[in-house]
């Protein structure tokens, strides 16, 4: 029988951690065996409890916050070591619907029926992802039974152009506009299905990144190395929307002005970079303070939690 683990990652947001294991204890399994592995990154809320509460779970304590990226990289060694046929990396500020890892395992294993011949495998897959009632962006928007049905992320954008990256779909109302399996350009670290060969022959997220475009690297890499990356619309998922982070603050200019940087100038054209360097130069001179160290660490390599205070 494949074996499937779900790795979670707390930082901070214990009810929310909580929240995530008790939808997981809702899901339902076929053809395949579930283990949970819980990472507490050095979380300033300790879970001793849920330890408890969660006892037949796997729970590991890093000894400092290794960041989103290397974080999880701790669950999926140890999911690795175990067995794991496929990792499911799930935030912890998430609600899992009951049919979501039936449905992500049921797409991943008819791809391993087909011939061994495909160059092109379907090896990472990612849900629908809706943003959990009353987290919306913009909640004026929308009409009582809307919500729970606003797309969060319905496949992922690369603007290569700019080096840009979107959510498709995102602050729409499901309609079934997007139910369409399909090749996606990333998907979502929030929610991210992965066969066991992915890692073992491209390795895992890169810690350089620390925290965000971290997902989008680690795709680009599974796409240069010849697996699909899919977008999976039967399987589902619920985003408490940053749950651990203040959109818009000075930890999203830090990590993304920094991590942009980082991504692009590793695989965007050279006409991109040249433009991506024009725009550093300008950010440097007028951009936001934690913007102007971003570029100003990405230039002295200074990666993984970098500069940033917490």
Known sequence: MK?????????????????CLLSL?????????LKAVVVDNNSPEPITDLKKEFNRYIFIENKENLGFAEGNNVGIRKALQDGA??????????????????????????????????????????????FAPGYEYHKERYKENDQGKVFWYAGG???WQNILVSHRGVDEVDHGQYDEEAETGFTSGCAMFVK?????????FDKRYFLYLEDVEFCQRAKR???????APKASLWHLNAGSSE????????????????????????????????????????????QKIGIRDFFLGKFGKGSYEA
């Open 247 to 290: 959109v818009g603050g000075p930890l999203h200019d830090y990590y993304l002005t920094r991590n942009r940087m980082l991504f692009g100038m590793k695989y965007a054209s050279w006409r991109a970079k040249t433009a991506l360097i024009r725009e550093s130069i300008r950010l440097l001179i007028k951009g936001r303070r934690w």
């Open 196 to 204: 066991r060969e992915v890692f073992e022959k491209i390795g895992l």
């Open 157 to 159: 954008i690369i603007d």
């Open 3 to 19: 074996k499937v683990f779900i790795v979670v990652l707390h930082y901070k947001g214990k009810q929310f951690t909580r929240q």
């Open 85 to 130: 046929d496929y990792v499911f990396v799930v935030n912890n500020d998430t609600i899992l619907d009951k049919n979501l890892l039936v449905q992500l395992f049921k797409v991943a294993s008819l791809n391993d029926k087909q011939s061994l011949l495909l160059r092109n495998k379907t090896a990472i897959l990612g849900p629908k992802i809706y």
């Open 225 to 231: 190395a010849g697996f699909k990356v899919i977008y």
């Open 25 to 33: 204890e809702k899901t339902k399994t076929a053809g395949f065996s």
